[in-house]
């Protein structure tokens, strides 16, 4: 097909954060009769991981995922991708995109999403054998009241935190305001729309109208807003069996977007995919857990984000309190400023890999 010779940018960008809602969102958009995503997959790597950067943009980015889109295709071309806040990101994507492209942040409470972010990323490996273990024998909430802080009351690892944002997502990725400011050096604040998942799993109809009228679309009435994607209520039979897990997720990725091997060996591919669903079900089970965050551990993180969150509110021009937490009268002035200082982000010579 003549398209495939073509691609074109994508007009908007839902650039995060994580088990904020990208994942609905992202269902919600490829329903709409206007709106065109990228081709196969949900969030491509180019931006995310540097070694792709080798390929060229005109080969793997327009040809690879935008390819199938002609130019004067009049639907709204978009991409949701909640990795485009990891370290470096920033520099390529402001380098490569116009000014005017559309971006949409999405956030909830960032101490709720650390927490789901923790339980998320426990059943799926990427924490160690020895949290894991701590996990199993005291439960979700003291274990991450444990995690949380083995890593905060550690000056050396508090340091790493945005430097090293793969290796501790679950505080990297609730540090909202840090991560906008990047953007905002080279998109202008009319350019990006700010979502609070509280609001959007509240009305999501309501919220993604307000999207619609953003990025330039009409309402589409055969929208199914019920969805509920990626919400993460499994945990791993087994610490091995997350590693394993992950691994063949890795694979996965491997195969399907940067060798393409589904174009080259459809049905090796495919039994490839049937054996990698097929241990995913048998490596996670439904989570029994529903403990809830310990006070302790939730003011300690309030205090923690508190200068993030002040700076949402100043972007978003209004206050937060009604549907995360009140920084205004906190104690934790004194805190929230130290940690802010040691936040400092690298702007140049930073690798995506550097964060393994």
Partial sequence: MEQKESGRNPEFLCMGFQK????????????HKDVVLCRDVKEPMYYRVEGLWFFGR????KKRYYGHIAKDDPRRCGEVNAGLTF???????????????????????PVDRAYSSYK????????????????????????FDRYVHSILDDKKQETQIMKQRLKYLVFSQSCYYTCIQEYLEHFSRENIRLVFFEEFVHDEKAVCQDLFDFIGIGEDENLDYSIRANEGNERAVSDR?????????????GFYEFVMLPYWFSSAYERFKRFY???????????????????KTRKYLEAYFADEVRGIEALAGRSLADIWYSVRDSQSSEKAEKT???????KTGCRPEDAA
């Fill in 340 to 346: 802010r200082k040691t936040r400092k982000t690298t």
């Fill in 58 to 61: 005109k080969w793997y980015y």
């Fill in 241 to 253: 069996a997350a590693k394993k897990l992950q691994i063949m997720k890795g694979f996965n990725y």
């Fill in 277 to 295: 669903l097929r241990k995913r079900k048998e490596y996670l089970v439904p989570e029994g857990d529903k403990s809830v965050m310990l006070p």
């Fill in 20 to 31: 904020c809602g990208t994942t609905t969102l992202f269902e919600i958009l490829r329903q």
């Fill in 87 to 109: 370290t470096g990101c920033a520099k390529k994507v402001c380098h490569d995109f116009s000014p005017d492209t559309k971006l949409i942040f999405m956030m909830r409470n």
């Fill in 120 to 143: 998320y990323f426990l059943a799926r490996g990427f924490l160690s054998k020895g949290m894991v273990e701590i996990d199993q024998k005291y439960g979700h909430a003291e274990a």
